[in-house]
């Protein structure tokens, strides 16, 4: 009854540590460096479905957050509804975080335990409980393509002691994911054999489940955490804890320690990181995924990512500039739309300016992926890195 | 110099007093009875242009705002940005209105003499001076196919005295609107005449113009608007002044007393009207034209028009409702969403729900005016009507 590996990550370009693979999953093929749009609650904020699925953005894989989706609308209804991709109508690839950031994020509402974490619903204000094996149990009701371990988040200036013990806690956790998830498996095998069916079709007998390394800022934790984590074995590992205050030079030294030690045969994920310029800097580190609400959320708040640096539409400079968000960018906003016409929109409180500048961020952060992987698999990454570092760099000259 | 007739409207079909026509403007040809969705402040809320486009909708034409878009951006930046079509990224046709609606919706900030309407801005609580010759002038700068008269409201229950007051008005100011439009007309023929150029390219010298009946519920009022208005002479008529606070019987007398009357050769457009069943019986009545914010602001709010009537998405019945909005339809939405996945949205506060009602409810009218057209001339609207109707009265099965 063993199914095949539920990924297969085959690498099919290096140019230094940066690399690009086909990532093949039940729901499609994936090509990595790749970033990943997030789906918090079931919604990539402010787009439509078919505009992530179009040429402009073809996004692959999207990310789902376990926290929200398990406190609204709750894990029953989504299981009625025959789990996550059907509930939201979404055929492509999804990875699901754990919970575990989300509920570490609350700060002050929550309580954790080496048994779980307890806190308060920003939804309703209940008490709520999510441990390992819950997070699992949701996650397989969610039926992404990866699932997450459940693991705790170190602050960004954790002293040594405080990151190890963080650190520890999550390896404790990280066991009992692999383990629950083991089960679980297990068990729907047990009944696809018993009642001849199949749940595959959410893939949730072969969902592959990802193991995060922790440990604040200090290098010698990082190690053992990645040491220690590998050791569990899982399908994919990625690095967690970073972009939560620390300074920027301190992430770096963390992706540059870390990620060229990560297995060389399995997916490397850098959560929850970051601009364009950390993107191509962490490929150049040898990270694969990455996934960061800065395009959607910035698109909300008026912000367009473009190739000379960041725009913001509310600049008074822009009320009559017939120049598109960024003139080097191709997507359906810029073909069509103005500056001028997105920062009217924006002062007049139309939602449409949200979704403009959402299509415009993400369109443009997959295609700097696009681009970055065409470089690795032609070796001029590092020319790339040059040029489109200097470019964001330079500015907008009008 | 005389210019060709600046659209060309042409009856293919007629069934008792409903009709159906081509009308050809500049930017497209337009079949009625159509419904044209509102876009306020240069946008159609929560929907981009390329949906409105798509097969599931394909709006020939869209209504836009003089008083908002006067206000915000201003028409300075208009004129700069080469009128409204130019402005918004729109090249199929535009009506817009005369701001003399809006105006009077303001209420008590509001002041109207014979000259024309003092008011506070809601943008920015300035005050404002808006007249037949001022309507005109921006009209011409936002340079849409069809602009209307400058026009005043009388509430739904005037008085016969208030709305004799209100009707002379709206006849003076009509005069005006009359001669102002054929001032400019014949100015912008000159200068281009003298540089050589043309403007066109934003049909402000070809600009159609309607005039609007006004009379408030009284009768004998709203047939002594249209004969006077038609001897002024414009390009089509529209009933303005109603779905104001009157019964809807009311309105529907007044719709039968005045639309037979009004000009067979000329597109008769029904102003602010209405949910599905008012636009069918309007057509019953002999109107071409619609424009209503129903389909949006109902959409944002959590409203959808069915075949069936109307879905609040609000409702717990449909917290795991696997059926998609209307079974019937087969817009985007509903082909791939359902009412579960929606209501969650709506629930979350999430931007989506608003985007996937609107464009379900444009969907859903602009797909009621195509089939009364199909009706129209196969000689099956009144079984259309009937059959329609019964539908929509009949509530949701479920």
Request: glycine share 8%.
């Amino acid at each position: 009854m063993m199914a095949a590996s539920p990924l297969n990550f085959e690498v099919v370009a290096r140019e230094g540590e940066a690399r690009s693979a086909i990532l093949t999953t039940r729901r499609g093929v994936i090509e990595t460096p790749v970033f990943m749009p997030v789906g918090t609650a079931g919604t990539v904020k402010g787009i439509r479905f078919e505009e992530l699925e179009s040429p402009d953005l073809d996004a692959r894989i999207i990310l789902g957050n376990t926290y929200h989706l398990w406190l609204r609308p709750g894990i029953e209804t989504i299981r009625a509804l025959g789990g996550l991709h059907k509930f939201i109508g979404w055929e492509r690839a999804m990875l699901t975080d754990s919970g575990g950031f989300q509920v570490w994020s609350l700060g002050a509402l929550r309580k954790i335990t080496e048994e779980g974490t307890e806190f308060r619903s920003h939804v309703d204000g209940s008490l709520c409980f999510l441990s390992p094996e819950i997070s699992m149990e949701v996650q397989s009701v969610l039926g992404a393509e990866i699932a997450m371990a459940f693991d705790e988040c170190a602050p960004g200036e954790a002293t040594h002691e405080e990151a190890r013990r963080s650190m520890e806690l999550t390896l404790h956790w990280a066991k009992r994911s692999k383990q629950a998830h083991v089960a679980q498996i297990a068990n729907l095998r047990k009944r696809d054999a018993e009642t001849g069916e199949t749940q595959t079709n959410n893939s949730r007998d072969s969902q592959a489940l990802f193991g995060i390394i922790q440990g604040a800022s200090h290098l010698d934790l990082r190690r053992e955490s990645l040491e220690r984590t590998v050791e569990i074995e899982f399908d994919g590992y990625a690095i967690g804890g970073l972009s939560v205050g620390e300074e920027k030079q301190v992430m770096m030294e963390v992706i540059e320690e870390t990620a060229p030690r990560m297995p060389a045969e399995k997916p490397r994920y850098l959560m929850g990181v970051g601009t364009p310029e950390d993107l191509i800097d962490a490929v150049a580190r040898g990270i694969d995924m990455f996934d960061c609400v800065l395009p959607t959320r910035n698109g909300r708040n008026g912000q367009a990512f473009t190739s000379h640096g960041k725009l913001n539409i509310k600049n008074a400079r822009y009320a009559a500039d017939e120049k598109p968000v960024d003139e080097a960018c191709h997507c359906s906003v810029c073909r069509r739309h103005s500056r001028a016409f997105i920062r009217h929109l924006y002062q007049s409180g139309e939602m449409l300016a949200s979704m403009l500048l959402t299509h415009h961020n993400l369109a443009f952060f997959l295609d700097t992926m696009k681009r970055v992987r065409q470089a690795i698999r032609s070796d001029q990454f590092a020319n790339f890195r040059r040029e489109y570092t200097e470019q964001l760099n330079s500015g907008l000259e009008s």
